[in-house]
């Protein structure tokens, strides 16, 4: 089985997040993948003293978040938009590490009033700098898809868009290591 794991990229009390999370993992074959939801709540403020690309990690909670996506066969982030970008969350989790996410496939799944569509792209941005595999993105809408207060009725379309997404990162973990494009 392939480890796929979701990652909820707001910590607010209240958040939608969880719910759109379990709405991807929904969708997720079980016959392909088993699946695990990553809460941010519990990641302090970045506070190891080296710099992650030596992989000289201190504290426990580096350990355990650098297992969990070490882990991982393949990673769906969701994200709302924040102020027209990603929340502060998501981008505190990644600098953390630095190996670990290398070639890392990974999908990102946006919900909002745009989809989200500043949020998935800047999130792009920082996580390719980072050498991950970012196979695409796709928003839910909100009134549309999802509704601001969570509940989730989603289109046909973004199904779809969903679905090709996982299916890109299946392809990604059967990948022979070392292929090329
Ligand atoms: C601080 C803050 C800034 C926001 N900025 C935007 C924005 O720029 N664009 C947008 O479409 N929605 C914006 N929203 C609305 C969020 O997309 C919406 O509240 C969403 O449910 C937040 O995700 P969460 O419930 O997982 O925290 C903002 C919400 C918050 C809390």
Redesign the pocket.
Known sequence: MKQLRIVVS?T?PG???PKVAEWVASQAPTSEWEVELLDLSSLPFFDEEDMPRNGNYAKPHTKDWASKVFESDAIVVVT?????SFPAPIKNAIDYLFAEWDAKPIALVG????G?SDATADLTKVLEHVKADVVGATGLVFTQDVS?A?DLDVTDERRAELGALLDALAAKVDEPVGATA
């Open positions: 707001s607010r958040r939608i997040g709302p938009q924040y102020n027209r919900y909002g009033w745009s989200a601001p969570g």
